[in-house]
């Protein structure tokens, strides 16, 4: 990422946390992570996280509280909950019908780990991929986003809320797709953790969700972190 001196930053759109009321990010920074050795601890806690949200006593996922209150915000923005589900509703869907976790790699695992057991949208991004700081903010007709399964880039519709560096897009609708530039693979070492809070949940929930983030990284993977959450009173971070 680039820097200003010598710090880098992320820097959220005000109007975009207005269209969801009371949100909190919670962010940890990761650096020198080994994401290729596999990880037993991760596995296991990731196996009991979806056993755990597959005995979930709702009808379905999208009747869970917390995903039910961020599709509320997402469809009164004019997003269609329809064609673009957000992640922790397609996670969660896929757990409760049971059977085996996917797996994909530690850093992912972890966070997904994290994302059912407080059933909040989680991902992370690879810093070492990104060439400018990082924004979530509205899109403009300059973005252009690459699919995981595609080889170019696509121009993306203006006004869509989307995490950004520059001008690619590295997830569609905030908390639908993520992109293939970017992501979290064996190679990675340093990251950027973010997980989304609905207002529903309250402040405590950010809290718990920064000393659980913390508390991972240092169990799982020997690494402490910076933290930080930000709301609509803290816009953007530095580190």
């Known amino acids: 990422m680039t820097e200003e001196s010598g710090k880098n930053r992320f820097d959220v759109d005000p109007e975009v946390l207005s269209l969801f009321p009371g949100m909190h990010l919670v962010v940890a920074i990761a650096t020198g992570l080994d994401n290729e050795t ?3 601890d991760v596995d296991a806690a990731w196996h009991s996280a979806w056993l755990e949200a597959g005995r979930l006593d709702v009808v379905n996922a999208q009747s869970h509280p917390r995903v039910r ?6 469809k009164a923005a004019g997003v269609s909950m329809k064609r673009f589900p957000i992640s ?9 019908k049971g059977g085996e976790p996917f797996r994909i790699n530690p850093v ?3 966070y997904n780990t994290l994302s059912l057991r407080y059933i909040c949208p989680a991902g992370a991004f690879d810093l070492d991929a990104m060439e400018a700081n990082l924004e979530l903010r509205f ?4 973005d252009c986003f690459t699919a995981l399964d595609a080889q170019t880039p696509v121009n993306v519709e203006t006004g869509e809320i989307a995490y950004a560096s520059a001008n690619t897009v590295l997830t569609r609708h905030c908390m639908w797709r993520q992109s293939l530039h970017a992501l979290v693979g064996p190679g990675t070492r340093n990251v950027f953790f973010v997980s ?5 949940a309250g402040e405590e929930v950010a809290f718990e969700m920064e000393h659980d983030i913390k508390s991972a ?3 799982h993977f020997q690494r402490s972190c910076e933290t ?3 709301s609509a009173s803290r816009t953007s971070l530095q580190w």
């Open 217 to 219: 990284l240092a169990k």
């Open 38 to 40: 596999e990880n037993p």
């Open 88 to 96: 922790i509703e397609s996670m969660l869907r896929r757990a409760l």
């Open 228 to 230: 930080f959450i930000l």
């Open 196 to 200: 989304e809070i609905p207002g529903l």
């Open 69 to 74: 209150a961020l599709r509320e915000d997402f």
């Open 108 to 110: 992912v695992d972890l």
């Open 139 to 142: 899109t403009t007709n300059q």
